[in-house]
């Protein structure tokens, strides 16, 4: 983390494959829903760009997912599980 690089990886069978993104800054996490009904994660850092975390099959479970990681980065956290109503969450209020 104190480097922010995030490591892909890969795996096929008894073979892996590590690729490293460095990301100069990272911005903010955002969880929401897609198209399918599962609930993603994304990491967004420097010029608009994302890194694809992780889904969830509930919204809570993405909630506390990248509550987790917003606050192990410092980070701010973007609710975009509504379609044209992101909020952003206040972390100090959450237990």
Do not use: C
């Amino acid at each position: 983390m104190e480097t922010n690089t995030v490591i892909s990886r890969y795996i096929i069978g008894p073979f892996s494959y590590d690729v490293k993104l460095k990301a100069t800054e990272f911005e903010y996490i955002s969880f929401f829903e897609d198209r399918y009904g599962e609930f993603g994660t994304n990491l967004w850092y420097v010029k608009n760009r994302h890194y694809k975390m992780y889904s969830f099959e509930d919204k809570e479970s993405a909630f506390q997912f990248s509550l987790n990681l917003s606050n192990k980065l410092n980070i701010d956290l973007l609710d975009a599980t509504e379609k044209g109503n992101f909020k952003w969450v206040e972390k100090e209020n959450i237990q």
